[in-house]
């Protein structure tokens, strides 16, 4: 079992940037491809981004390439999501999971934190 818990949304301007952290307890960390999946308010989760247990490959919504950058530090059992140029559209919760695999299907994923909430405002 793998229990994930967020850190590090807030309220910041557009422009801004923010780093999120998802801390997960459990020994097999490592083994797990880990996301970053949005609810942005009035709409469904959508995938953000995922990397595989190794870090080696990575996989990014289009509406975020090149602004943001999903890292893992696995000696830490710590995924985050540095978000740079942040616009009001990002304004969502932001939730890590952790799948066997990387995907962008949000059902294939095994365990899910509670969410941290970041506001972009214009």
């Known amino acids: 079992q793998v229990q994930l818990v967020e850190s590090g949304g807030g309220l910041v301007q557009a422009g801004d940037s923010l780093r999120l952290s998802c801390a997960a307890s459990g020994r097999t960390f490592s083994r797990y491809a880990m996301g970053w999946f949005r609810r942005a308010p009035g709409k469904e989760r959508e995938f953000v981004a995922a990397l595989k247990a190794s870090g080696g490959s990575t996989y990014y919504a289009d509406s975020v390439k090149a602004r943001f950058t999903i890292s893992r530090d696995n000696a830490k059992s710590t995924v985050y999501l540095q978000m740079n140029s942040l616009k009001p559209e990002d304004t969502a919760v932001y939730y890590c999971?952790?799948?066997?695999?990387?995907?962008?299907?949000?059902?294939?994923?095994?365990?899910w934190g509670q969410g941290t909430q970041v506001t972009v405002s214009s």
């Open positions: 999971a952790a799948a066997g695999a990387p995907t962008v299907v949000a059902h294939l994923y095994d365990y």
